[in-house]
């Protein structure tokens, strides 16, 4: 029983355009959405969070939208950059704990 | 500052063979984490400590060991090695009081393969 699905494993995206990674998710009770970036052969990153409040939340070149009827969120990457090309996992957690339940990633490639 | 460690980068074991990962960082952070990633799957929580003494079980705690004598160092202990514990494992750190969600710092991790 899957909580969390990134259901695209791969994505290839031109330099300059914009990238879009979906995350859904079964649990109503999550309370916050991260995102995390990898790079192989390192850990993952924290690249954005978003509260279940929210709808929007923007950092530079990243923007995290939630749909809460849905239960669906997307990191938008404006533009894209060759830089961007990792695996990038959604990490929701639910109320009162810091357990987070990764999905299975997205392999984003940045083409030049 | 170097952030979170792991010690060893790869590791091979037999069956049945013990070992433990080594994971530490100087952040101060009060809460630790164990990960596991395999392939086409997410990590997975191994355990998790948040202060010196107090640890707790994660999604799946079978076969591990975890203790913390020290804010700074959060071992994890394989008991009896198996192939299915063949995987790629991160440790993570982050400040936890008070806070509403906590971005995670992860060391560089150990990949674990199991004979």
């Known amino acids: 029983d899957q909580q969390v699905k990134q259901n695209s494993p791969s994505l290839s995206v031109q330099e300059g355009r914009i990238s879009i990674l979906n995350c859904d998710y079964t649990n109503s009770m999550f309370d916050y959405f991260l995102w995390y970036k990898k790079y192989p052969a390192e850990g993952p990153t924290f690249l954005i969070s978003i509260s279940s409040i929210k709808d929007k939340n923007e950092d530079g070149r990243f923007t995290v939208f939630l749909n809460k009827s849905a239960k669906h969120l997307s990191l938008h990457i404006v533009p894209s950059q060759p830089g961007d090309s990792a695996v990038y996992f959604c990490a929701p957690k639910g109320p009162g704990t810091y357990k987070y339940i990764f999905g299975t990633g997205t392999r984003l490639k940045v083409l030049a | 500052n170097a952030g979170v460690t792991q010690t060893p980068k790869f590791q091979v074991l037999k069956t049945g063979q013990s070992m433990t990962l080594q994971c530490a960082q100087d952040?101060?952070?009060?809460?630790m984490s164990w990960y596991r990633q395999d392939p086409g799957m997410g990590l997975r929580l191994i355990h998790y400590?948040?202060?010196?003494?107090?640890?707790d079980q994660g999604e799946v705690p079978n076969g591990y060991n975890v203790s913390r004598s020290t804010t700074e160092d959060f071992p994890l202990r394989l008991l009896s090695a198996a192939p299915s514990q063949t995987s790629v494992y991160f440790c993570?750190?982050?400040?936890?009081?008070?806070?509403?969600?906590?971005?995670?710092?992860f060391g560089p991790g150990t990949r674990l393969t199991v004979l």
């Open positions: 993570a750190s982050s400040y936890s009081h008070g806070i509403p969600y906590n971005e995670q710092f």
């Open positions: 400590s948040v202060g010196a003494g107090i640890t």
């Open positions: 952040m101060n952070h009060e809460y």
